[in-house]
């Protein structure tokens, strides 16, 4: 060299483990004309690097700027040394261990060079369904610990054959030290078996077992898939028959089943996709995405009944690639469970779980360590927000907002349905992949499982654990018993002080950012005074909240039978706010009147007089149902949570700019209690009842009025704190009607308004918030 050498020792965190990184820092290092060595470690990756100063600080350059598609650099640290490195040129050394500090990254979707060479018959690897480099394939599903080398996956039972080895070793081939790498030579098998366990073989000469599950599918069979986080239950999606069978199986009446097509033409056949949502669902995280249905669509009404909605997703297997070859139709691609558990991971477990469910089991042998879901993501107000995040993206971990780089280590439990639990250390949050709803015995055990895992994976030991208000979440009671043992400080959070502070973390609000006035719409709550709280108006920030309007509280007589049957709803609402027996004066020959005075409405009035199992709610989930039950959607039952609001979205979003007025929602005062009534909405909902009007124009009206009463609500009360910023979250917002109204309208009035993307503005999200509550609460006590 021409120049004075100089060393540096470079670390380099985020997730830069099983992506491809250290090659890439090879090759950026030859390139400069560098010496010196890159290895793993437990806190991400070290660089011992010498040579002129210029090239190492173009290297650095080069490295933030060009890394691999997979990888994301949280921090790169430089300090010079004087110890220069023995080597003559640069290389790549064996990891390290020590202190857990570095990520996990998400399972990644087929890259387009593997799904070429699968479908090359001259490559060793065609159809191959096992195929993957750096840049894609399995990674939390198989990894057992850190740092992230086959040893500590699942692939360490499948020794490499000389040329899987050989690419394992080289740094200028994709597939260095791609820990899952295999082939038909070495790596993992797939077959095929019947319900009792005994192989099926070809029928027709060159078949295999994929291509026989092909035919199989295309003759009506159920079909049972291993595949990267857990099993799938697959059918023809154009076979009304075969999607009916599942149902009646799987005990799935009408929740949607989501659908896998070969690629982006099949699914503009039966829905509208623009560029940005075919980026999405071609993007490594490869989500289901949920997207209007074509008028035209020739599908069958049962695979998502009374929806208008469809939720797709491409191949993001090789396995799934090889299944959908050739397929001019969508494939139904659900989760491989009976309803509510979680889905099955174990060939042993799908077989005595599944067998009663599926025709035939597509299996492997290579272990699924971690059960991960599919994510669901869904365009609201022009962006992508996440539904449900799991495969793709957890466990990628979230940097906190300023002020929160010194966070301790805590650990969120989560709420009881749609379950995550949150980690944080080092300035940032890892949100566990959806786990489900821990009311399910063996979820909950799932749950259990999980959070041994993580632990594990993180090397995480909480000083500090955070769970909801509510005594009898599972997620809380556990918490309780782990404080015990582990000698460490409970605190408990509020259930809606949690899903604004959530929003709060997402969208970087310092720590010391001051108030935000924050709008919580959920099914329930448990709230400070005992009662159900989900229509929730707070001044808050990430330490405490003061709880200044809400939904008049109503009784849910029955409890949870109320949650269960709309129409206690529809009762409980017309009983408080006009009286029965006026209701029955007056409108007693409606339809829905006259079913509702068939029911035993007496002796829920006694028992909502008597205050008999009738807690008060302010739930906002609540009151969609009443006005759902009330227009004959879901009315005596739901089969799923949130169906009644789900399909009264449905049948009012057909009327979206048709010039109908909205009901009217008044604020009321109640000595120092500001709430919201809606005691006109059911007048004026009643009398377009006796006029006939279409329920859809009258499920319009409601969506306008809740939307036009919550904003002026919001911003008058904004106003009179001193408040430009409002938050918005809780399941209600995933409504995607609601939430565009609502957003729209406090733009106009010169509002900035936060609103959660990458993580849930459901349950899904809460565990993000009781950890930014939580450790705000320990940074600011220090």
Known sequence: MSGLEVAEQIRVQGLVQGVGFRPTVWRLARDNGLRGAVWNDSRGVEIHVCGEQVRIDRFCEQLLSQPPPLARIDALKRHPTERLPAQLEFIITESRSGQ????????????????????????????YPFTNCTHC????????????????????????????????????????HAQPNACPVCGPRVWLSDGTGRAVGAEREGEDAIAVAQRRLAEGAILAIRGIGG??????????????????????????????????????????LDDAGEELLKATAAPILLLPRNPECTLPENIAPRQTTLGFMLPYSPLHQLLLAGWERPLVMTSGNRVEEPQCIDNQEAAQRLQPLADLF????????????????????????????????????LRLPQGFDRVPPLLALGGELKNTFCLTREGEAILSQHIGDLENLVSYQDYLKNLELYGKLFDHRPQRLIADLHPNYRSTQHAGKLSEQLGVPLVLVQHHHAHIASVLAENDWPLRGGRVLGIALDGSGYGADGTVWGGEFLVADYIDYRRVAWLTPIPLPGGTQAILQPWRNSFSQLNHYLGWQRVMAEWGDLEPIEWLGGQQVDLLGRMIEGGVNSPLSSSCGRLFDAVAALLGICREAISYEGQAAIELEAVASIHRNSGLRPYALHRRIDGRDCLLDCATLWTGLLEDLRQGRDRGEIGWRFHLGLAAGLCQTAIDLARQQGLDTIALSGGVFQNLTLFELVTARLREAGFRVLSQRRVPANDGGLALGQAAIGAARSLMSD
Do not use: W
């Open 137 to 176: 394939g399995p990674r939390l599903t198989i990894v057992e610990g850190i740092p992230y080398d086959r040893s500590h996956t699942s692939m360490r039972h499948f020794p490499m054959c000389d040329a899987c080895e050989a690419e394992y070793g080289d740094p200028a081939d994709r597939r260095f």
């Open 231 to 272: 099993f799938h239950l697959a059918c023809d999606a154009g076979n009304e028959a075969a999607v009916a069978r599942l149902r009646e199986r799987k005990g799935r009446y009408h929740k949607p089943f989501a659908l896998m097509a070969r690629d982006c033409g099949i699914i503009r056949r039966y829905c509208q």
């Open 100 to 127: 857990v500090q570095t990520g996990v990254v998400p399972d990644a979707a087929t890259c387009e060079a593997c799904r070429e060479e699968i479908a090359d018959p001259h490559n060793r690897r065609y159809r």
């Open 362 to 397: 597509l299996l492997h042998d290579r272990e699924i360590i971690n059960r991960v879901d599919d994510s669901v993501v869904r365009i609201m107000d022009g962006r992508p927000r996440v539904l449900r995040r799991a495969r793709g993206y957890a466990p990628a971990p």
